[in-house]
């Protein structure tokens, strides 16, 4: 369930951001600041509206915004959904859905973090920051370690390499959600399921440090593919 709530100003660490004024020049605030509403002398198809808008969302030359999912509506019209990418690095929680309408993009909603520049080549190897995670997560018996569920997922993604090991995701993560560039900090996302106890853990570790900066209790239940809320609180630029 994804719940977008926008507004277009809004307090992040006590201090008060708003929409830049490049932002504002293709774009007016509608619906009490739920809704950025692209000017109609820029409404552009979706393939040029990053291009063409790189800077008035603050986008840098190392950014790239990936879409993601692509939904469309009865009338035929479509919805994107982006997400922001720094180095080739998924930034979590910046993503953007733009709105279509007859072949051109009217408005769009949700967060991106701009004037990004951090980091982005990881100290910490990834199978260390795999064996943090699982000894941040004690357990008697991990899913991995049982071969009936080994077999499972290797049957139901029709791949012999499936496995519920761990496999680390290198993401530019903040355990605060401050939306605040400089918060941010290359991180391994990773996935801890055991059955004894039966528990889900997403572990994130520092990709510099090795520390663990924040582990997240998740829906425990097997072979069910899990939708994550998210809770946006503005248009963040």
Not at 63 to 79: H, P, R
Request: net charge neutral; aromatic share 10%.
């Amino acid at each position: 369930i994804l719940i977008l709530i926008i507004t277009f100003i809004f307090n992040c660490l006590g201090q008060t951001t708003a929409v830049t004024p490049d932002l504002q020049g293709i774009a007016q605030i509608r619906n009490k600041g739920k809704v950025l509403m692209i000017r109609d002398a820029y409404q552009i198809p979706v393939q040029d509206f990053f291009a063409k808008y790189h800077v008035q969302f603050g986008l840098t030359s190392a950014d790239d915004m990936v879409l993601k999912e692509e939904i469309v509506k009865i009338n035929g019209n479509k919805d994107y959904r982006y997400q922001q990418h720094f180095h080739g690095i998924p930034v979590e929680g910046a993503t953007l859905i733009l709105h279509e309408n007859n072949g051109k993009i009217v408005s769009c909603n949700g967060s991106i973090v701009n004037n990004f520049n951090r980091p982005f080549t990881p100290v910490v190897d990834a199978e260390n920051a795999v064996q943090t995670a699982i000894n941040n997560t004690p357990a008697k018996t991990y899913a991995w370690e049982v071969a009936v569920l080994e077999q499972d997922i290797k049957t139901q993604h029709q791949n012999e390499k499936a496995t519920y090991y761990p496999t680390p995701k290198l993401i530019f993560f903040d355990p605060d959600y401050s939306y605040n560039a400089q918060n941010y900090r290359l991180t391994y996302a990773i996935d801890i399921l055991s059955v004894e106890p039966f528990n889900r853990q997403i572990v994130y570790v520092d990709a510099t440090t090795g520390a663990v900066t924040k582990s997240v209790k998740k829906n425990q239940r097997i072979n069910v593919e899990v939708q994550a809320e998210t809770r946006y609180d503005g248009i963040r630029t």
